[in-house]
């Protein structure tokens, strides 16, 4: 299995981005998959996450700012950030829960 997140980059507070992971070797609909970020000097945390049944949690730094989705026809698993803050600036991977494979991490700096 592997995972190739992209879409990181600067943004200013307030800003949006989306993020996009391209599975290959698991389908990203029949796995529980998620995304995590780890900050300088932090431990990785979790971000969000979806079931198979579509069923989503996310962190409460995230709750109502951040979307994560799934496209069945790209095999993507996707994370749309909104409102951003300079305290979301990180290195985000996305994950794949089932064979517990890690994608290689998209760094988000949120910074005016």
């Known amino acids: 299995v592997q995972l190739q997140a992209s879409g990181g980059g600067l943004v200013k507070p307030g800003g949006s981005l989306t993020l996009s992971c391209a599975a290959s070797?698991?389908?990203?609909?029949?796995?529980?998959m998620a995304w995590y970020r780890q900050a300088a000097g932090k431990e990785r945390e979790l971000v969000a996450s979806?079931?198979?049944?579509?069923?989503?949690t996310y962190a409460d730094s995230v709750q109502d700012r951040f979307t994560i989705s799934r496209d069945s026809a790209k095999n993507t698993l996707s994370l749309q950030m909104t409102s951003l803050k300079p305290e979301d600036t990180a290195v985000y991977y996305c994950?794949?829960?089932?064979?517990?494979?890690w994608g290689q991490g998209t760094e988000v700096t949120v910074s005016s």
């Open positions: 994950h794949d829960q089932l064979f517990n494979s």
């Open positions: 070797g698991s389908i990203v609909v029949f796995n529980d």
């Open positions: 979806i079931t198979p049944q579509d069923e989503t």
